[in-house]
């Protein structure tokens, strides 16, 4: 069974950074896109941006681009989003996800592992 584990969120003002990892373990997914989603109060669970094995090999929500970076140690079975300029309405819970078999799969459905989520506040 694989787990994902995401760390990296917390408290922060617009205009600041932060770095998001997720951890998979339970077998190796270097076959398979991971991806960065978010889910703020109220609304859907949303693509960010997604991964396959290289940086190059990524897609993006448009929104994001230029804003965030995903990228990916096959080595050591992690993701990360950097995100960068931080706005009040990046505030949510943001997810790893992993399963996807091309970076330019954007659905939920698309993905058959998720962590627990960690969260991100971003004050104004």
């Known amino acids: 069974q694989v787990q994902l584990v995401e760390s990296g969120g917390g408290l922060v003002q617009a205009g600041g950074s932060l770095r998001l990892s997720c951890v998979a373990s339970g077998r190796t997914l270097s076959g398979v896109a991971m991806a960065w989603f978010r889910q703020a109060p109220g609304r859907e669970r949303e693509f960010l941006a997604a991964?396959?094995?290289?940086?190059?090999?990524?897609y993006y929500k448009e929104s994001v681009q230029g804003r965030f970076t995903v990228s990916r140690d096959i080595d050591k079975n992690t993701v990360y989003l950097q995100m960068n300029n931080l706005k009040p309405e990046d505030t949510a819970v943001y997810y790893c996800?992993?399963?996807?078999?091309?970076?330019?799969?954007?659905?939920?459905?698309?993905?058959?592992?998720w962590g627990q989520g960690t969260q991100v506040t971003v004050s104004s």
């Open positions: 991964i396959y094995r290289s940086a190059t090999s990524t």
């Open positions: 996800a992993a399963g996807a078999l091309s970076p330019y799969y954007a659905d939920v459905s698309d993905y058959n592992f």
